[in-house]
Protein backbone atom coordinates (compact mmCIF):
# COMPACT_ATOMS: atom_id res chain seq x y z
CA UNK A 1 0.00 0.00 0.00
CA UNK A 2 2.83 2.44 1.06
CA UNK A 3 4.27 1.89 -2.97
CA UNK A 4 0.88 2.64 -4.42
CA UNK A 5 0.42 6.00 -2.03
CA UNK A 6 4.42 6.65 -3.42
CA UNK A 7 3.51 6.09 -6.79
CA UNK A 8 -0.25 8.19 -6.69
CA UNK A 9 2.00 11.23 -4.61
CA UNK A 10 5.15 11.09 -7.18
CA UNK A 11 2.75 11.28 -9.94
CA UNK A 12 1.02 14.05 -8.85
CA UNK A 13 4.80 15.82 -8.89
CA UNK A 14 5.29 15.26 -4.63
CA UNK A 15 8.63 14.88 -3.89
CA UNK A 16 9.81 11.39 -3.09
CA UNK A 17 11.53 12.87 0.49
CA UNK A 18 8.12 14.13 1.36
CA UNK A 19 6.38 11.00 0.60
CA UNK A 20 8.73 9.13 2.87
CA UNK A 21 8.20 11.37 5.91
CA UNK A 22 4.63 10.94 5.37
CA UNK A 23 4.77 7.20 5.23
CA UNK A 24 7.00 7.29 8.58
CA UNK A 25 4.57 9.95 10.27
CA UNK A 26 1.28 7.61 9.18
CA UNK A 27 3.48 4.69 11.09
CA UNK A 28 4.25 7.17 14.30
CA UNK A 29 0.52 8.54 14.47
CA UNK A 30 -0.77 4.63 15.03
CA UNK A 31 1.80 3.86 17.74
CA UNK A 32 0.67 6.82 19.45
CA UNK A 33 -2.73 5.00 19.44
CA UNK A 34 -0.98 2.54 21.78
CA UNK A 35 -1.41 3.09 25.32
CA UNK A 36 1.62 4.78 27.20
CA UNK A 37 0.89 1.58 29.41
CA UNK A 38 1.07 -0.57 26.56
CA UNK A 39 4.14 0.97 25.17
CA UNK A 40 6.10 1.33 28.69
CA UNK A 41 4.69 -0.76 31.39
CA UNK A 42 6.76 -3.94 30.73
CA UNK A 43 9.80 -3.97 32.94
CA UNK A 44 12.99 -6.79 32.93
CA UNK A 45 13.65 -7.53 36.52
CA UNK A 46 16.46 -5.30 36.39
CA UNK A 47 14.57 -2.22 36.01
CA UNK A 48 12.45 -0.26 37.80
CA UNK A 49 11.98 0.46 41.47
CA UNK A 50 13.29 -1.75 44.16
CA UNK A 51 9.60 -2.62 45.17
CA UNK A 52 9.14 -5.92 46.67
CA UNK A 53 8.22 -8.10 42.97
CA UNK A 54 7.57 -4.60 41.27
CA UNK A 55 4.10 -4.35 43.21
CA UNK A 56 2.75 -0.75 43.14
CA UNK A 57 4.02 1.30 46.06
CA UNK A 58 2.00 3.57 48.66
CA UNK A 59 3.57 5.32 51.38
CA UNK A 60 0.47 3.69 53.80
CA UNK A 61 1.16 5.06 56.69
CA UNK A 62 0.99 8.55 55.00
CA UNK A 63 -2.29 7.67 52.81
CA UNK A 64 -4.69 6.63 55.46
CA UNK A 65 -7.78 6.52 52.32
CA UNK A 66 -6.40 3.76 49.92
CA UNK A 67 -7.50 0.42 50.38
CA UNK A 68 -5.12 -2.48 49.69
CA UNK A 69 -6.20 -6.00 51.15
CA UNK A 70 -2.54 -7.65 51.49
CA UNK A 71 1.17 -5.40 51.89
CA UNK A 72 4.74 -5.86 52.48
CA UNK A 73 5.73 -3.45 54.77
CA UNK A 74 9.62 -3.15 55.85
CA UNK A 75 10.53 -3.02 59.09
CA UNK A 76 14.78 -1.63 59.36
CA UNK A 77 15.18 -2.76 63.13
CA UNK A 78 18.38 -4.71 64.77
CA UNK A 79 19.56 -3.14 67.95
CA UNK A 80 17.31 -5.74 70.05
CA UNK A 81 20.06 -8.41 68.32
CA UNK A 82 22.14 -10.30 70.93
CA UNK A 83 24.77 -11.31 68.43
CA UNK A 84 25.49 -10.04 64.92
CA UNK A 85 23.62 -6.95 63.57
CA UNK A 86 22.68 -5.94 60.32
CA UNK A 87 19.30 -6.81 60.09
CA UNK A 88 17.87 -3.11 59.75
CA UNK A 89 19.11 -3.45 55.80
CA UNK A 90 17.33 -6.62 55.58
CA UNK A 91 13.95 -4.99 54.32
CA UNK A 92 16.17 -3.57 51.28
CA UNK A 93 17.69 -6.57 50.48
CA UNK A 94 14.79 -8.72 50.75
CA UNK A 95 13.14 -6.29 47.84
CA UNK A 96 15.97 -6.27 45.59
CA UNK A 97 16.30 -10.11 45.84
CA UNK A 98 12.38 -10.49 44.79
CA UNK A 99 12.82 -8.42 41.63
CA UNK A 100 12.43 -11.57 39.42
CA UNK A 101 8.70 -11.78 40.90
CA UNK A 102 5.80 -9.55 38.84
CA UNK A 103 2.29 -10.09 38.52
CA UNK A 104 2.48 -11.80 35.11
CA UNK A 105 5.24 -14.21 36.46
CA UNK A 106 4.02 -14.62 39.75
CA UNK A 107 2.04 -17.99 39.52
CA UNK A 108 3.23 -20.63 42.26
CA UNK A 109 3.34 -23.38 40.48
CA UNK A 110 3.14 -25.51 44.05
CA UNK A 111 0.08 -24.07 44.92
CA UNK A 112 -1.66 -23.34 41.67
CA UNK A 113 -2.33 -20.03 41.92
CA UNK A 114 -0.45 -16.56 40.98
CA UNK A 115 -1.37 -14.30 44.58
CA UNK A 116 -0.84 -10.96 42.13
CA UNK A 117 -3.46 -11.97 39.84
CA UNK A 118 -6.23 -12.82 42.39
CA UNK A 119 -9.28 -11.11 44.30
CA UNK A 120 -6.60 -9.16 46.20
CA UNK A 121 -4.97 -5.93 45.89
CA UNK A 122 -1.60 -6.25 46.66
CA UNK A 123 1.05 -3.53 47.63
CA UNK A 124 4.47 -2.75 48.80
CA UNK A 125 4.00 0.11 52.11
CA UNK A 126 7.06 0.99 51.83
CA UNK A 127 9.05 0.93 55.63
CA UNK A 128 7.99 2.21 59.35
CA UNK A 129 10.28 4.70 60.28
CA UNK A 130 12.30 3.10 63.11
CA UNK A 131 15.27 5.36 65.26
CA UNK A 132 18.33 3.15 65.61
CA UNK A 133 19.38 5.03 68.53
CA UNK A 134 16.92 4.84 71.17
CA UNK A 135 14.95 1.18 71.52
CA UNK A 136 12.35 2.21 73.73
CA UNK A 137 11.35 5.44 71.30
CA UNK A 138 11.94 2.69 68.36
CA UNK A 139 9.15 0.07 70.04
CA UNK A 140 6.93 2.97 70.84
CA UNK A 141 7.70 3.94 66.69
CA UNK A 142 6.90 0.50 65.92
CA UNK A 143 4.06 -0.26 68.20
CA UNK A 144 2.08 2.67 67.17
CA UNK A 145 2.86 1.82 62.67
CA UNK A 146 1.42 -1.14 63.23
CA UNK A 147 -1.81 -0.18 65.10
CA UNK A 148 -2.38 2.64 62.22
CA UNK A 149 -2.12 0.14 59.57
CA UNK A 150 -3.91 -2.48 61.22
CA UNK A 151 -6.53 -0.54 63.03
CA UNK A 152 -7.39 2.40 60.65
CA UNK A 153 -6.58 1.06 57.28
CA UNK A 154 -9.44 -0.47 55.06
CA UNK A 155 -9.04 -3.41 52.63
CA UNK A 156 -10.82 -3.13 49.46
CA UNK A 157 -14.35 -4.77 50.35
CA UNK A 158 -15.06 -4.62 54.03
CA UNK A 159 -14.56 -2.17 56.57
CA UNK A 160 -14.72 -4.51 59.44
CA UNK A 161 -11.53 -6.41 58.16
CA UNK A 162 -8.51 -4.63 57.79
CA UNK A 163 -5.85 -5.68 55.35
CA UNK A 164 -3.00 -8.14 56.51
CA UNK A 165 0.52 -7.56 56.24
CA UNK A 166 3.61 -9.57 55.62
CA UNK A 167 6.40 -7.69 57.61
CA UNK A 168 9.63 -7.79 56.34
CA UNK A 169 12.61 -7.33 58.83
CA UNK A 170 14.69 -6.54 60.65
CA UNK A 171 15.40 -8.37 63.97
CA UNK A 172 13.30 -10.98 65.18
CA UNK A 173 11.63 -8.24 67.97
CA UNK A 174 9.39 -6.91 64.80
CA UNK A 175 7.26 -9.53 66.05
CA UNK A 176 5.55 -8.14 69.42
CA UNK A 177 4.33 -4.72 68.05
CA UNK A 178 3.18 -6.41 65.12
CA UNK A 179 1.29 -8.65 66.79
CA UNK A 180 -0.10 -6.25 69.82
CA UNK A 181 -1.75 -4.82 66.75
CA UNK A 182 -3.17 -7.75 65.62
CA UNK A 183 -4.44 -8.81 68.78
CA UNK A 184 -6.70 -5.52 69.06
CA UNK A 185 -8.69 -6.72 66.02
CA UNK A 186 -8.72 -10.60 66.06
CA UNK A 187 -7.71 -11.23 70.37
CA UNK A 188 -5.61 -13.72 71.02
CA UNK A 189 -3.81 -15.08 67.83
CA UNK A 190 -1.80 -18.55 67.51
CA UNK A 191 2.03 -18.42 66.76
CA UNK A 192 3.77 -21.37 64.39
CA UNK A 193 7.33 -20.19 64.60
CA UNK A 194 10.02 -21.30 62.35
CA UNK A 195 13.51 -20.89 63.75
CA UNK A 196 16.08 -22.55 65.28
CA UNK A 197 15.98 -20.72 68.63
CA UNK A 198 13.33 -20.36 71.26
CA UNK A 199 13.12 -17.41 71.60
CA UNK A 200 10.80 -17.45 74.56
CA UNK A 201 13.65 -17.04 77.20
CA UNK A 202 12.44 -15.07 80.18
CA UNK A 203 14.81 -12.34 81.09
CA UNK A 204 14.94 -13.25 84.60
CA UNK A 205 16.24 -16.42 83.95
CA UNK A 206 19.38 -13.96 82.64
CA UNK A 207 20.00 -11.67 85.42
CA UNK A 208 22.27 -8.91 85.10
CA UNK A 209 23.23 -6.21 87.02
CA UNK A 210 22.47 -3.57 84.35
CA UNK A 211 18.71 -4.36 84.04
CA UNK A 212 15.86 -1.94 82.55
CA UNK A 213 12.18 -2.72 81.56
CA UNK A 214 13.29 -2.51 77.87
CA UNK A 215 16.21 -4.76 78.18
CA UNK A 216 13.67 -7.10 78.66
CA UNK A 217 12.81 -6.97 74.98
CA UNK A 218 15.12 -8.43 72.56
CA UNK A 219 14.99 -10.82 69.70
CA UNK A 220 14.95 -14.27 71.97
CA UNK A 221 12.63 -12.91 74.66
CA UNK A 222 9.71 -10.80 72.61
CA UNK A 223 7.73 -14.59 72.75
CA UNK A 224 8.34 -14.36 76.50
CA UNK A 225 6.68 -10.69 76.35
CA UNK A 226 4.13 -11.79 73.59
CA UNK A 227 2.83 -14.61 76.03
CA UNK A 228 3.06 -11.63 78.89
CA UNK A 229 0.88 -10.01 77.16
CA UNK A 230 -1.72 -11.97 76.69
CA UNK A 231 -1.41 -12.27 72.93
CA UNK A 232 -1.12 -15.96 72.37
CA UNK A 233 -3.56 -18.85 72.69
CA UNK A 234 -2.46 -22.32 73.89
CA UNK A 235 -1.64 -23.38 70.28
CA UNK A 236 1.32 -22.85 69.55
CA UNK A 237 4.68 -24.07 67.20
CA UNK A 238 8.06 -24.02 67.31
CA UNK A 239 9.64 -25.56 63.93
CA UNK A 240 12.72 -26.19 63.32
CA UNK A 241 15.06 -26.19 66.83
CA UNK A 242 18.43 -27.04 67.12
CA UNK A 243 20.06 -24.01 68.99
CA UNK A 244 22.23 -24.91 72.24
CA UNK A 245 20.82 -24.52 75.78
CA UNK A 246 21.37 -23.44 79.16
CA UNK A 247 19.40 -26.69 79.79
CA UNK A 248 16.72 -28.49 79.89
CA UNK A 249 14.68 -26.17 82.47
CA UNK A 250 14.93 -23.80 79.31
CA UNK A 251 11.63 -25.58 78.71
CA UNK A 252 10.12 -24.68 80.95
CA UNK A 253 9.16 -21.28 80.05
CA UNK A 254 8.38 -22.41 76.40
CA UNK A 255 5.63 -25.02 77.95
CA UNK A 256 3.84 -22.33 80.25
CA UNK A 257 3.93 -20.84 77.13
CA UNK A 258 1.90 -23.25 75.54
CA UNK A 259 4.44 -23.83 72.42
CA UNK A 260 4.80 -27.19 71.29
CA UNK A 261 8.36 -27.29 70.10
CA UNK A 262 9.03 -29.82 66.64
CA UNK A 263 13.15 -29.92 66.28
CA UNK A 264 15.33 -29.58 63.18
CA UNK A 265 16.38 -33.75 63.05
CA UNK A 266 12.60 -34.16 63.11
CA UNK A 267 12.48 -34.01 59.48
CA UNK A 268 14.60 -36.20 58.20
CA UNK A 269 14.17 -38.92 61.45
CA UNK A 270 10.21 -38.60 60.58
CA UNK A 271 9.74 -36.66 57.75
CA UNK A 272 7.80 -33.44 56.38
CA UNK A 273 4.75 -34.98 56.58
CA UNK A 274 5.05 -35.46 60.38
CA UNK A 275 6.16 -31.99 61.17
CA UNK A 276 2.71 -31.11 58.98
CA UNK A 277 0.85 -32.85 61.09
CA UNK A 278 1.83 -31.62 64.25
CA UNK A 279 1.68 -28.73 63.08
CA UNK A 280 -1.86 -28.98 62.03
CA UNK A 281 -3.15 -31.39 64.97
CA UNK A 282 -1.70 -28.06 67.10
CA UNK A 283 -3.29 -25.10 65.25
CA UNK A 284 -7.17 -24.26 64.61
CA UNK A 285 -7.45 -23.95 60.96
CA UNK A 286 -10.89 -21.39 61.46
CA UNK A 287 -8.74 -19.34 64.13
CA UNK A 288 -6.53 -16.25 63.69
CA UNK A 289 -2.68 -17.29 63.20
CA UNK A 290 0.77 -15.37 62.67
CA UNK A 291 3.62 -17.01 61.45
CA UNK A 292 6.59 -16.23 61.43
CA UNK A 293 9.84 -16.92 60.34
CA UNK A 294 13.52 -16.47 61.14
CA UNK A 295 15.22 -17.19 58.43
CA UNK A 296 18.07 -19.54 60.81
CA UNK A 297 15.70 -21.74 60.66
CA UNK A 298 17.53 -22.81 57.11
CA UNK A 299 20.83 -24.65 57.04
CA UNK A 300 23.96 -21.89 57.39
CA UNK A 301 24.60 -22.83 54.11
CA UNK A 302 21.57 -21.31 52.56
CA UNK A 303 21.76 -18.15 55.10
CA UNK A 304 25.01 -17.20 55.08
CA UNK A 305 23.54 -14.16 55.83
CA UNK A 306 21.98 -13.95 59.11
CA UNK A 307 23.05 -12.88 62.85
CA UNK A 308 22.76 -15.68 64.66
CA UNK A 309 23.48 -19.05 62.54
CA UNK A 310 22.85 -22.69 63.93
CA UNK A 311 24.46 -25.42 61.58
CA UNK A 312 22.12 -28.23 60.55
CA UNK A 313 18.92 -26.62 59.61
CA UNK A 314 16.35 -27.93 56.98
CA UNK A 315 16.84 -27.30 53.39
CA UNK A 316 14.64 -24.18 51.20
CA UNK A 317 12.38 -26.79 49.58
CA UNK A 318 11.81 -28.70 53.33
CA UNK A 319 10.31 -25.21 54.77
CA UNK A 320 8.68 -24.51 50.97
CA UNK A 321 6.87 -27.49 51.42
CA UNK A 322 5.44 -27.22 55.19
CA UNK A 323 4.10 -23.86 54.47
CA UNK A 324 2.21 -24.50 51.01
CA UNK A 325 1.27 -27.73 53.21
CA UNK A 326 0.05 -25.80 55.99
CA UNK A 327 -1.86 -23.32 53.73
CA UNK A 328 -5.34 -24.01 55.10
CA UNK A 329 -4.91 -21.98 58.18
CA UNK A 330 -6.16 -18.36 59.06
CA UNK A 331 -3.28 -16.23 58.62
CA UNK A 332 -3.97 -12.82 59.56
CA UNK A 333 -0.57 -11.54 59.55
CA UNK A 334 3.68 -12.89 59.36
CA UNK A 335 7.27 -11.98 59.00
CA UNK A 336 10.14 -12.73 57.18
CA UNK A 337 12.85 -11.78 60.34
CA UNK A 338 16.93 -11.69 60.28
CA UNK A 339 18.29 -11.00 56.90
CA UNK A 340 21.64 -9.24 57.22
CA UNK A 341 22.63 -8.57 53.82
CA UNK A 342 26.45 -7.71 54.83
CA UNK A 343 27.33 -11.25 55.77
CA UNK A 344 25.65 -12.82 52.37
CA UNK A 345 26.99 -14.53 49.81
CA UNK A 346 24.98 -13.70 46.26
CA UNK A 347 22.30 -12.76 47.62
CA UNK A 348 21.53 -17.07 48.49
CA UNK A 349 19.78 -15.31 52.10
CA UNK A 350 18.05 -12.44 50.63
CA UNK A 351 16.65 -14.60 47.96
CA UNK A 352 15.54 -17.07 49.97
CA UNK A 353 13.77 -14.19 52.41
CA UNK A 354 12.01 -13.35 49.20
CA UNK A 355 10.56 -16.54 48.44
CA UNK A 356 9.62 -17.28 51.76
CA UNK A 357 7.83 -13.76 51.64
CA UNK A 358 6.06 -14.91 48.14
CA UNK A 359 4.83 -17.71 50.14
CA UNK A 360 3.09 -16.04 52.91
CA UNK A 361 1.49 -13.70 50.41
CA UNK A 362 0.07 -17.09 48.74
CA UNK A 363 -1.29 -18.08 52.05
CA UNK A 364 -2.84 -15.18 52.41
CA UNK A 365 -4.73 -14.65 49.59
CA UNK A 366 -5.22 -18.23 48.03
CA UNK A 367 -7.09 -18.58 51.75
CA UNK A 368 -9.60 -16.25 50.38
CA UNK A 369 -11.14 -12.92 52.45
CA UNK A 370 -10.98 -12.90 56.48
CA UNK A 371 -14.79 -13.69 58.05
CA UNK A 372 -15.39 -11.20 59.71
CA UNK A 373 -17.21 -13.08 62.25
CA UNK A 374 -13.20 -13.20 63.69
CA UNK A 375 -12.66 -9.84 64.15
CA UNK A 376 -12.30 -9.50 68.35
CA UNK A 377 -12.61 -13.66 68.45
CA UNK A 378 -10.61 -14.59 71.50
CA UNK A 379 -9.75 -18.38 71.84
CA UNK A 380 -8.11 -19.67 75.22
Known amino acids: MKTQL ?5 ASGVSATFVHLDANQVAFQSEQSASLEEKWDGLWPFQGINTFAHLDHHKCLLDPETPYDVALIGVPFDTAVSYRPGARFGPRAIRAASQRQTSLRGYNQRANFNPYQSWAKVIDCGDIPVTPVDNSVAFLQMTEAFKELISERKSVDSTSVPPRYVALGGDHSILLPHMRALHKIYGRLNVIHFDAHLDTWAPDKYPSFWHSDQSEINHGSMLWKAHEEGLTTRHNVHAGLRTKLSGLEDYEDDDTQHFLRIHADDIWLKGPEY ?14 TYISVDVDVLDPAFTSGTGTQEPGGWLPRELIHILRSIEGLTVVGGDVVEVSPAYDNAEITSTNGAQIAYELITSMVKKGKIDPSLVARELI
Open 6 to 10: AAALL
Open 275 to 288: VVKQILDTVPADTP
